[in-house]
């Protein structure tokens, strides 16, 4: 063992040799191309090409070393140069990049053209993100003809091209400046070689630090979470549904805000038990199988906020006693540089610098910052939202709209072994191709063991197929939750369905028997009841016609064998067991088909 040790420690050494020999070799080949002459004649190309050359001419060094020592090196040792050579792959080719586009195109392109080309490409960016004409998923994508895909392949181009643009006219801001300093203090014009020969290498590395130090003292004081679009999304929010209900409320004059509006979630009842639905972003998580997903569930309630990886901590503690306005503007923010199973690396980068961030920075219940309200230094999380590198195993999370990782809220519901479960899924799905259900439902069994089955599903959209018009057109769809395949599997076959649940799901649709003013709208408005979330000014019609089909979708659902009770109490007074009932009658009564709706040629899309 001693012997063959020895021998391995003898061969790594004739092998760093070899390496480094050669790849001083190539360096001093390098030098050679130089040609003789004034250093500013050639200073531009140096400071560009420089240090990727040298690190290329490292890394294929380091690739020599790693074949030959082969033999005397181990899996972890060939991982972690395999990981160091990418890294410095990826610095040279970032630095040429970079280095190519101040120095060179900044003099080359008009600057006017690239301010245009930036602020448009920006646009570009920021309306394709959240255009309902880009694909939301990968089956939008795979969907339809190549022109179709338009959108998608120019939001993916955008948004590096408003990166490139954006380099090029701080070079070229930067280089204005410094001319505009040299003619006043020096009196005289310098150009870009001039400054890149003459000025000293110490005073760049102290004018880095200082620029570090500037940046690491307004990270310190500016505060994450109050700089960003959450506080303005979230005061709205309060101010329009807690408001309303806060018999006492006292405004303020000019705002027109009330902080006794907004009420900490510790303070609320649990009967119901109030929980919101919250997405916890592990964009750069390291658990392969969650690729897709990005992101785990996260609750907030009266009692507790957490999730069953991480824990729980006592609503009265965490985040510095959460309110309940702040836990459902989470819930509800979509626009969010990091985004579960919707995140996108075209956008990440430019929603952060553009500080278009509704999410939100809580301390992580495993970790001692559970009740702080925000991180107390700002760059890193900053910088992990704007590279995706959110994850849980930091002292803070990054929290967004419940959305991004169920849109539902069944997910939670089915931990907790709800018996009965009513979804409203009111997401945009004018196909009834059931993403969200679907999505819930997936997760729920690879997550928990937990099947759902439903046996009918006749909601059906709009436009039906020949098939689809055979069928009875339903609001809702009766599932089972067999919890009985985790809880009891053990138990006789009659105990175990007791232990399974019910899932009423209900969706918007139409079936035809509608009151005549939903008909009305819904001749006129080809989209509905599945219009754009995108669109956010309702109008009067609009709100009361989604308002009038809600009711009448219940109500419709709560008749028995077609007829109305004599008396009709408010739907909120019916016990739920009674509703299941009905509910089930409903699904299962057979009716004469309804026909499609009319498409006017006056269609709002």
Wanted: glycine fraction near 8%; include cysteine; proline fraction near 4%.
């Amino acid at each position: 063992g001693t012997i063959q040790e020895a021998g391995w420690i003898v061969g790594e050494l004739v092998v760093v040799i070899l390496s480094g020999a050669l790849g001083g070799y190539l360096a001093w080949m390098a030098l050679q191309i130089l040609p003789d002459g004034p250093v500013n004649n050639f200073a531009v190309y140096y400071g560009a090409f420089a240090i990727p050359v040298f690190l290329s001419l490292f890394l294929l060094a380091a690739t020599l070393f790693v074949g030959l020592s082969g033999r005397f090196t181990d899996d972890e040792d060939r991982e972690w140069w395999a990981r160091s050579g990418g890294w410095t792959l990826m610095v040279s080719t970032v630095w040429g990049i970079i280095a190519a586009l101040v120095l060179f195109v900044a003099e080359w392109v008009s600057t006017f053209h690239t301010l245009l080309g930036m602020i448009s490409s920006g646009v570009v960016v920021n309306w394709l993100g959240f255009s309902s004409k880009s694909a939301a998923n990968a089956k939008e994508k795979a969907q339809g003809d190549w022109t179709n895909r338009i959108p998608d392949i120019a939001l993916l181009l955008a948004a590096p091209v408003f990166a490139a643009l954006m380099i090029i006219v701080l070079s070229w801001t930067t280089g204005e400046l410094f001319r505009l300093a040299s003619l006043y203090v020096f009196g005289a014009t310098l150009i870009d070689s001039n400054i890149l020969d003459t000025t000293d290498v110490g005073r760049i590395v102290l004018l880095a630090i200082f620029l570090a130090l500037v940046s690491a003292v307004f990270a310190w004081f500016i505060n994450i979470n109050r700089f960003s679009l959450h506080a303005l999304y979230r005061n709205r929010i309060v101010r329009a549904y807690l408001g309303a209900s806060n018999a006492d409320r006292k405004p303020n004059v000019f705002t027109g805000f009330d902080p006794n509006d907004n009420q900490a979630m510790c303070s609320l009842g649990t009967k119901p038990l109030h929980t919101v639905n919250i997405a916890l972003n592990l964009v750069g998580g390291k658990e392969l199988a969650w690729q897709q997903r990005k992101a785990e569930s996260f609750t907030v309630t009266a009692l507790h906020a957490g999730n069953r990886y991480l824990g729980y901590r006592r609503s009265s503690e965490y985040g510095s006693k959460i309110t309940l306005g702040t836990a459902v503007a989470i819930s509800g923010a979509a626009a969010s540089p990091n985004m579960g199973y919707h995140s996108s690396p075209a956008i990440t980068f430019l929603l952060t610098l553009f500080n278009i961030r509704l999410g939100w920075w809580l301390g992580n219940p495993a970790k001692s910052a559970f009740m702080d309200a925000s991180p107390g230094f700002a760059l890193g999380p900053l910088l992990a939202e704007a590279f995706g590198l959110t994850n849980s195993e930091r002292r803070f999370v990054n929290l967004s709209d419940g959305g991004h990782f169920e849109n539902l809220g069944l997910y939670e519901m089915v931990l907790r072994r709800c018996h009965f479960i009513v979804v409203s899924d009111a997401g945009r799905d004018e196909d009834c191709a059931f993403e969200d259900l679907g999505n819930a439902i997936r997760k729920i069994r690879i997550d928990t063991g937990i099947p759902i089955t439903i046996d009918k599903m006749l909601i059906l959209p709009r436009k039906r197929s020949e098939d689809q018009r055979q069928k009875t057109p339903k609001y809702c769809a009766i599932g089972r939750i067999q919890y009985s395949e985790i809880d009891g599997a053990d138990l006789p076959e009659k105990q175990r369905k007791e232990l399974d649940g019910i899932l009423i799901y209900v969706k918007p649709s139409l079936v035809g028997d509608e009151p005549i003013d939903i008909y009305n709208y819904a001749a006129t408005n080809q989209m509905f009841p599945h219009e754009s979330t995108g669109d956010q000014w309702f109008s009067e019609s609009q709100f009361e016609s989604y308002r009038m089909l809600g009711l009448h979708t219940i109500e419709w659902i709560y008749q028995q064998q077609g007829e109305m009770p004599e008396e009709v109490p408010l739907v909120g007074s019916r016990d739920l067991g009674t509703f299941l009932t009905r509910a089930t009658t409903y699904v299962d009564r057979e009716t004469k088909d309804a026909a499609e709706y009319p498409v006017s040629t006056n269609v709002k899309t």
